[in-house]
C-alpha cells in the first residue's frame, strides 16, 4: 500500500543535543511537509517543499531545519533541542496536480526532551 | 488570518447517536477543507475532503457540509459506534499557497 513512513515512531533526545528525524513516502507527490503538535493543540506547519523548493513558515524557529535529497524522503533536523520542543512531529504529503492537494499523513515521531 | 475553530472541544455521546460536530473559519478564500480522524498517540487519517467548488461530502457514516459564505463546515456521523472514539479535526488550505490551518479538534467519546 502507498503511506507516509516516519522513524522512529519514538525519539528520546538530551537538551541541547541535535535530532533528525525521518519521513519517506511511497506516493509520489510532489509536496512533503513537516508539522509540530503539542499536546491537545492543533498541528501547526513548520515549513513545506514543493519538489526541491523549500518554505518555511515565518514563525518556524531557526532551530529547525529540513533537507529533501529526493522525492521519497524528507527530514526534519532541531539542531539544538529545548524542553519546549517536545512534541509529536507529523510529516504529511500531497499531490496539488491532481486537482485535490489532499494531505496524507504518516503516523508521527513522539520527541522526548530530557 | 485564517483562524479555525472547532466546537465542541470535547463530547460524550451513548452508542447509536447521530451527531454533528463543527468547523468554523474566519476566511471564506479556501481551495479546500478536509476533516481528519487522530487516535490517541497516532498521526491523523483523512475521512473527507470538500473542494471550495463543492457543498458536500460523503464516505459511509459519514458526510461533511461547507458552506463558504457563512464559513462553516459540519461533519455529520450517523449511528455512532465504541469505535468511532477519537479526536476530530478539520483544516482548511487557503488559496494561493500551501498554508494548511487546523482547528483544535473535537475530543469524541462514543459510550457503549
Known amino acids: 500500500d502507498a503511506m507516509v513512513i516516519q522513524n522512529p515512531r519514538y525519539q528520546v533526545t538530551q537538551f541541547g543535543k541535535p535530532v533528525t528525524l525521518s519521513c519517506s513516502q511511497t506516493?509520489?507527490?510532489?509536496?512533503m511537509y513537516w508539522y509540530q503538535q503539542k499536546s491537545s493543540q492543533a498541528p501547526k506547519l513548520l515549513f513545506h517543499?514543493?519538489?526541491?523548493?523549500?518554505?518555511n513558515e515565518a514563525d518556524t524557529p531557526d532551530n529547525f531545519q529540513s533537507r529533501r535529497p529526493n522525492t521519497s524522503f524528507c527530514f526534519l533536523d532541531i539542531r539544538s533541542p529545548g524542553l519546549g520542543d517536545a512534541a509529536m512531529y507529523l510529516c504529511?504529503?500531497?499531490?496539488?496536480?491532481?486537482?485535490?492537494?489532499?494531505?496524507?499523513f504518516g503516523p508521527g515521531t513522539r520527541l522526548t526532551v530530557l | 488570518k485564517q483562524e479555525v475553530t472547532q466546537i465542541p472541544a470535547a463530547l460524550s455521546v451513548p452508542e447509536g447517536e447521530n451527531l454533528v460536530l463543527n468547523c468554523s473559519f474566519t476566511?471564506?478564500?479556501?481551495?479546500?477543507l478536509q476533516w481528519f480522524r487522530q487516535d490517541p498517540g497516532k498521526g491523523l487519517t483523512s475521512l473527507l475532503l470538500?473542494?471550495?467548488?463543492?457543498r458536500e461530502q460523503t464516505s459511509g457514516r459519514l458526510n461533511a457540509s461547507l458552506d463558504k459564505s457563512s464559513g462553516r463546515s459540519t461533519l455529520y456521523i450517523a449511528a455512532s459506534q465504541p469505535g468511532d472514539s477519537a479526536t476530530y479535526l478539520c483544516?482548511?488550505?487557503?488559496?494561493?499557497?500551501?498554508?494548511?490551518?487546523f482547528g483544535a479538534g473535537t475530543r469524541l467519546f462514543v459510550k457503549a
Open positions: 504529511a504529503t500531497s499531490s496539488p496536480g491532481d486537482g485535490y492537494n489532499e494531505q496524507f
Open positions: 506516493l509520489n507527490h510532489n509536496v
Open positions: 517543499y514543493y519538489d526541491k523548493d523549500f518554505n
Open positions: 476566511d471564506s478564500a479556501i481551495y479546500n
Open positions: 470538500i473542494q471550495s467548488s463543492q
Open positions: 483544516a482548511v488550505w487557503r488559496t494561493g499557497g500551501f498554508k494548511t490551518i
